[in-house]
């Protein structure tokens, strides 16, 4: 059994550097109380179509077919404690 974080995806953080974070899902979104944005800030009457499209642009079938192959296929690293990336 290997596992893979993909979790970025759903849960994303402009330090995870995927596309569309900081360009669609968090464009002209300010912060709330924290000094950060999240996904909680993301409270705008198009925010299903900027998930969407965020969703759309980082999740693709070959990622999954990558990570179906046993795991000598993909790189795995890690850094400290709980954190991880799979390098597709």
């Given at each position: 059994?290997?596992?893979?974080?993909?979790?970025?995806?759903?849960?994303?953080?402009?330090?995870?550097?995927?596309?569309?974070?900081?360009?669609?899902?968090?464009?002209?979104?300010?912060?709330g109380v924290r000094s950060k944005l999240?996904?909680?800030?993301?409270?705008?009457?198009?925010?299903?179509?900027?998930?969407?499209?965020?969703?759309?642009?980082?999740?693709?079938?070959?990622?999954?077919?990558?990570?179906?192959?046993?795991?000598?296929?993909?790189?795995?690293?890690?850094?400290?404690?709980?954190?991880?990336?799979?390098?597709?």
């Amino acid at each position: 059994m290997h596992g893979v974080n993909y979790a970025g995806r759903f849960i994303p953080e402009p330090f995870l550097g995927l596309y569309g974070t900081e360009e669609i899902l968090f464009k002209g979104v300010q912060p709330g109380v924290r000094s950060k944005l999240s996904l909680c800030d993301v409270n705008t009457s198009d925010s299903g179509m900027r998930m969407t499209r965020f969703l759309d642009l980082n999740i693709k079938e070959e990622h999954f077919a990558l990570m179906a192959k046993p795991a000598s296929a993909w790189c795995a690293c890690r850094w400290g404690i709980g954190t991880s990336l799979m390098c597709l």
